[in-house]
Every structure is written in structure tokens, then in C-alpha cells.
């Protein structure tokens, strides 16, 4: 069965259609710029060459009929018709403490992601946008929500209660929730394969360093904690956003530069991060990098305080569980990193931890990066998020 796995964003589109059952990607693209003017497709069936046409897109309704043509298009489509697409698997960025599972999607399932709106509200309209425009264009074809917030929900209460008032938790819901957590359990049943382990007897470590960027504890299969919050900006130095801060700097800034609370909140989630702690040298770790080698101040200072904020959550959660077997790295940064893991994993000598420079330097696939020897192994990850979608919608309809 291919399924078609769609990630909707406020003015962006990807997706990738997969066979569920080889697990081969057909085909995959991105709709840019909808509703704006300048808007994109760019599609590319697998093993041929992207193909971008700049077209008018109005809204999501409009891309989603740009990528069912291209996928049905006579010469450069990869299905004859509709009806070879089984289901539609839609990434949810929050289901609240509504779903801890991906579930079928039906109208009183859209009400309850509706509800969730006011807790991610640049992220689950433009999701519910696309769950629409497929059911009007594919109303038969079932479609299956897989939700960035699930894999967290095992989380304790000791875990995801903040020392706030309780009566927040129980009128607003306000509670750490996670994100990236497709990615997180994809990663960790990866690691217990590569380990040859059962998953329900692992303690993990998986530090999704991208743009975006969180760390988890996945003891016994289940996650237990993990560092974005209520929202996505706790946690990690990101890109651009701040992670941890004390909450009383908002006040403080907001006397002195005259800001409002809104407009201290973009610079936290848009101009904070490793872009401003380098005074907006750059939000890519290649530049930092590089600066860093240089010997520059702005690169020296970005990379080790970022470096040490995930080698202090590592500590944390290896409290949490009270020791840990393996610590994975994925993501952008994470994958592609070498310099990064060693940075990080130079701080871990406690854990037994010795880097394998020839393994840590390759790239692209699976690797444990630790020597024999070390008592805590590190391993490279390659995330696939639209994979894990597109498993956990085929193992629903299915059913
Ligand atoms: P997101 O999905 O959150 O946008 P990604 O997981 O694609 O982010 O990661 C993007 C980040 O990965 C980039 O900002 C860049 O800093 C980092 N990155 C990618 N390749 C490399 C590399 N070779 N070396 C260092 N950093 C890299």
C-alpha cells in the first residue's frame, strides 16, 4: 500500500509518498510560498530529477491538487490514479494529553485536534488546513494523524508538572507536553535494533539536534522526560530560539528596551538561540563551525555554550534514569556533525565514553561511534520521520 505522508506548515507543504510495504520512498516535494505570491512546487520522483514549476497556490486545498496531479501526471507521475494512494498519513505537531497514539482520522478526532489549537497556534490550523484540503480532493481514502506530542505522553506526573500554581495544570492544561516525538521513538527502536537489544530494557538518550532541537529519556521504551515544554521553546540552545531562561529576564528586558511581552516573545523564538548568542553570525552550526576553527569569539562562545546546555540535560536524564546504556545524536546537527559529538561526547568521560574518530567522522547511515571498550555507547541515528508516519498509518488502516 503507498501512503502519503503530509507535513503542513502555515505557507509550506512537504510530502513523500512511501510504500509501506518495501518502505521504499516513490516520491517526494515541497509547495512553497502558498498564499503568497511566488509559490512553488518542487517535485521529485525517486531517482529522476526534481521537477519545479512556479505556480499560483491560493491555499493548501490548491497545493495538495498541484501534488496529486504531479503524482498522477502521465510522464512524470509514479501512480496511475488516486486509488493507488491507500491512505494519507498527516504529521500533528500537538494532540494535547488528548492522544498518546496516532489515531484514525475522523470528524469527532479533527474537533479534538481543533482543541488543541490554543496550545501550538502556528502549527495545528495550518496541520487541520491539510487534513480539509485531502478530504475534499481524496474523501475515500482513510487518513491517519501522527502526533509530534504523543511519544511523550508516558511522561510521569514529576516529569511534565511545572512549579506553578496547580490550578494552571487543571483550568489550562499547562504542562510540559514534548515535541520532535516521532522522531525521538523512531530514533530509540532504531538504536535498540543497531544494539541488538530488547527496547523494554534499554535506558536511553536521544538528542535530536537540528534547527530545532530537544533531548529525551526513553527508559524501558517509554519516554519519561524530554526538554521542550508547554511549547517548543524550552530546553536546548536552538537556532533561534532560547531554550531554558530564567522567566524573570522577560520582565527585565521588557523594562529596558520597552518591549512588550508579544514582542519579547519573537525575540526569544526568532532572534535568541545560537543566531543571537553569536550576534547574529549565523543560526547554521556550519558558520559557527567555522568561526569557532577561526578562533572568533562569537563562534567560540556559541559552540560551548550550546555544547555544554545538552551535555547538562545528558547528566540530567542519566540521573533521571538512573544510568543510561546509550546516548544517540540525530537530526541536522546531530547527523552531520562530527565536531558537535565530539564536543558534547568530550564532556561525558564519566559516563566512559570514548569516541571512535574513524567511525565518528562517517556519515549517513547507522553507527555506533563509542570504541569496544566504552561502558555507555553513542550512536549516530539518521532520523526518518516521514517513514515513522508512514509505518504507524499503514499498522492503523491496516486494521
Ligand atoms: P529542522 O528540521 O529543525 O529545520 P534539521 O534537522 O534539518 O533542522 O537541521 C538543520 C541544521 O543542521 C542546520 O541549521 C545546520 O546548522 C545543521 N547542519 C546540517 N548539516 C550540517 C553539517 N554538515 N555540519 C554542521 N551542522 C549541520
Known sequence: MNILVINCGSSSLKFQLID????????KGLCERIGIEGSQLVYQPTGKDKITTVTPMEDHTQAIR?????????????VKDLSEIGAVGHRIVHGGEKFASSTLITDEVVQAITDCNELAPLHNPANLIGIAACKELMPETPMVGVFDTAFHQTMPQEAY????PYEYYEKYKVRRYGFHGTSH???SKRAAEVLGKKYEDLKLIVCHLGNGASVSAVKNGKCIDTSMGLTPLEGLIMGTRSGDIDPAIIEFIAHKEGKSIDEIMTVLNKKSGVLGLSSNLSSDFRDLQASYEKG???????METFAYRVTKYIGAYTAAMNGVDAICFTAGLGENSSFMRDMVCSRLGYLGITLDEEQNAKRGEDLVIT??????????IPTNEELAIARETFAIVKK
Open 20 to 27: 509501506a510495504v518495501t518502505e521504499e520512498l516513490i516520491a
Open 66 to 78: 498541484l501534488v496529486l496531479k504531479s503524482l498522477t501526471d502521465e510522464t512524470s507521475g509514479v
Open 161 to 164: 508538572l511545572y512549579g506553578l
Open 185 to 187: 521513538s523512531y530514533v
Open 296 to 302: 572568533e569569539d562569537a563562534g567560540i562562545r556559541t
Open 371 to 380: 570504541t569496544p571498550d566504552s561502558t555507555t555507547k553513542v550512536l549516530v
